[in-house]
């Protein structure tokens, strides 16, 4: 195992490798911006260095300066955690041709896997469906228009060598293609460095499923219980939980076998997630593969018990995985909402200077953050805070257990979408589990909060829905 990891990162994922870094045992290396200062994740390493300016074209994404900290400070490998540089095969090669570990999957897998069109090729030979698409030159309108005519609109637009929603927008006729193009091209150039950019059939009242993989070195593997991820607004992640109330276990089977099928095609070692749409008939397509660890990660580990960064950081070691698929089962249900500095009515940024924080905790109750009071949130990063994650025996359960854990959670100074979030898991058809990536609109966000609903309190809604 290694003796110390420098984490390229920042924010609350940042916190979260640290911590497991340190119930290892193994010495973590933390690095900042200027913004960046004082944040949680500086004084939780046991070292941390600046690497520049607030924006992170000048701080997090300079890949010389980040490797020769790590070689100055000691570390053997480099954790990248998710977003920046996590799914750049360049970074994971001059990592390892600057002697250190990557840990993550090989440059090689990331350029088959990492980037979504190149992947979207490769399983159409491994016969795993996938959504229709094309990848078109960002500048060249004409073209973007014929092929989105080609695969019939809706479409979406998406930054090719982005992950987790961003810098997507669905496009339901023609003339809104070129201010979806040029926004697409924004967000993936300022974030990410591409502007690389494709569309993809929009499919509507689909339900967003995942799966999470392991793969060592020595073909061993093992997935995980799948996390349903629809509830979604702009097309990003805003509530997961795990299992899925949708998913039977033969459709778990399934998709199960073709995350591993992915796996196998892009000969892909370490954590990685293969993500899947599937329609009200139950017919599932591959939508990406993230090529690093997830913002939800946390509700596979709640309901499994397994730590997925530890396994990572083993499998990056060279070790062989200590799991057996029959080893990695759902008990109970895990539900995560992620905590964002933003207008919970209209989903833009907020910022400002947390002047009070407590977080919710208790027997069941997990959060992950990389804030505390006196921390201001700037608009240099992207503006998830934290992320509350409970566990229950039944979903019922968890539903109640997230109501009171939000109800509990105090964050004061600047406006962030708890209310929307209390919303959510208050909503009809959230509770009864009926609920797709079309489910969360700016009307919805707009609504009345409904009164306070404790654990009994529920039980209306939730006989009403079975």
Known sequence: MFNKVLVANRGEIACRVIKTLRHLGIKSVAVFSDADAKAPHVKLADEAYPIGPAPVSESYLKIDKIIALAQTTGAEAIHPGYGFMSESPDFAEAV??????????????????GKKTAARRLLAKAEVPTVPWT??????????????????????????????????TVVRDADQLSDAVQSAVQVSQRFFGNAQI??????????????????????NAVTFPERECSMQRRYQKVVEESPSI??????????????LRVMTAGNYVNTGTVEFLVDASG????????????????????????????????????????????QVR??????????YAEDPRTFMPTTGMITKYREPAGEGVRVDSGIRQ????????????????????????????MIAALEDYAIEGLVTNIPLLLKIMQHPAFVRGEYDTATLTPDFAKSPLPTKRR????????????
């Open 96 to 113: 390892t041709c600057g002697g250190l570990v990557f840990v993550g999957p090989t440059p090689e897998a990331l350029r088959a896997l």
């Open 135 to 168: 990848e078109v030159p960002a500048t060249d309108l004409a073209r973007i228009r014929e092929a989105a005519t080609n695969i019939g609109f809706p479409v979406m637009v998406k930054a090719s060598a982005a992950g987790g929603g961003v810098g997507s």
């Open 198 to 219: 494709h569309l993809e059939k929009f499919l509507q009242h689909a339900r967003h499923i995942e799966v999470q993989a392991i793969v060592d070195q020595f073909g």
């Open 246 to 259: 949708a998913v039977s276990l033969l459709l778990r089977r399934h998709l199960s076998e073709a995350a």
């Open 283 to 326: 017919a599932f397509y591959f939508l990406e593969t993230n090529c690093r660890i997830q913002v939800e990660h946390p509700v596979s580990e709640m309901v499994t018990g397994v730590d997925i960064v530890e396994q990572q950081l083993r499998v990056a070691a060279g070790q062989k995985l200590p799991l057996l698929q029959q």
């Open 330 to 339: 759902a008990r109970g249900h895990s539900i995560e909402t992620r905590i």
């Open 374 to 401: 006196g921390y201001e949130v700037t608009p240099f990063y992207d503006p998830m805070l934290a992320k509350v994650i409970v566990w229950r025996e039944t979903r019922e359960e968890a539903i109640g257990a």
């Open 455 to 466: 654990l009994g309190d529920l039980s209306e809604l939730w006989r009403y829905g079975r």
